[in-house]
C-alpha cells in the first residue's frame, strides 16, 4: 500500500504528499479506517493517475451571498488555456486567464438550492481537451429584518388561570434561514405576561372583574 505518501486530515480530506506522475507511478493503493467507539471498518482505494490533460482546481466552492468569488483555474500541465464552454448559469462567471469571477447574488434571489453551475474546458496543444463542471453555492448571510410575528394560541384567558401557565407559542417571518430570534414584551405586557424561549405565559392571576381586556 501507498499510505505513507497520503495525509489525511481529522476531517476527512486526504492529500497526497509528493507531484504525481504517470510515467514513475500510475496507480496508487491505500487503506483508510475509520471507528466510532463502538466498531471499525477498513476499505482499500485504488487512485489512478491520468496521464493526459485535467483541471486540478477545485470542482465546488462556497460564497457568503452578495459576495464575489474569485476561483484560480489549475491544471496539471503548463501552458494550458481555460474556457467558459457552458453550463446552466454561465453568465453569472466571468473568465480573464485563470482568474474565474463569480458575481455577487443575493440568496434569497434563488428560489432553489442556491447552486450555481458552470462548465470550464482546458485546453493545451498536443492534448486532448479535459472539461470540468463547478457548482459554487450561496450561503445565507443574515441581513433580513424579521417581517412578522405569528402567535398560535387563544386570545382568551379564563379568570384565575394559573400564574405561569402557557398561552401560546411565538414564530417569526424572516426571509433568512437558520436564525434565531429572541421575543421582547413591550409597553406594560410584562406586568401580566413573561416569555420563556418562544413560549408566551402569564404571569400575573387575572380577574374578569378587574381586568377584561390586556394588551
Known amino acids: 500500500a501507498d499510505n505513507n ?21 500510475a496507480q496508487y493503493k491505500l487503506s483508510i479506517s475509520v471507528e466510532d467507539g463502538i466498531g471499525r471498518v477498513t476499505r482499500n482505494f485504488t487512485l489512478n493517475v491520468i496521464k ?3 483541471i486540478t482546481s477545485p470542482a465546488i466552492a462556497t460564497v457568503i451571498e452578495n459576495t464575489d468569488k474569485v476561483i484560480t483555474l489549475t491544471s496539471n500541465k503548463s ?15 466571468t473568465l ?31 492534448e486532448d481537451n479535459a472539461i470540468q463542471t463547478l457548482i459554487v453555492t450561496v450561503t445565507d448571510l443574515n441581513d433580513e429584518t424579521p417581517s412578522n410575528i405569528d402567535f398560535v394560541g387563544s386570545s382568551n384567558i379564563t379568570e384565575n388561570t394559573a400564574t405561569g401557565a402557557e398561552l401560546g407559542t411565538l414564530s417569526t417571518t424572516d426571509a433568512d434561514t437558520g436564525d434565531t430570534f ?3 414584551l413591550e409597553n ?3 406586568a401580566y405576561f413573561a ?3 418562544n413560549k408566551l405565559k402569564l404571569a400575573k392571576t387575572v380577574d374578569y372583574e378587574s381586568t377584561k381586556t390586556l394588551n
Open 188 to 190: 406594560n405586557s410584562a
Open 195 to 197: 416569555i420563556d424561549g
Open 52 to 54: 493526459g490533460l485535467a
Open 182 to 184: 429572541t421575543y421582547t
Open 5 to 25: 505518501k497520503f495525509t489525511l486530515s481529522t476531517d476527512g480530506k486526504l492529500s497526497i504528499k509528493e507531484t504525481v506522475n504517470f510515467a514513475t507511478q
Open 79 to 93: 501552458n494550458t488555456t481555460f474556457a467558459i464552454t457552458g453550463g446552466t448559469d454561465q453568465t453569472k462567471f
Open 96 to 126: 480573464n486567464g485563470t482568474q474565474l469571477t463569480f458575481t455577487a447574488t443575493d440568496f434569497e434571489a434563488r428560489a432553489n438550492d442556491n447552486t450555481y453551475e458552470v462548465e470550464i474546458t482546458a485546453s493545451k496543444t498536443g
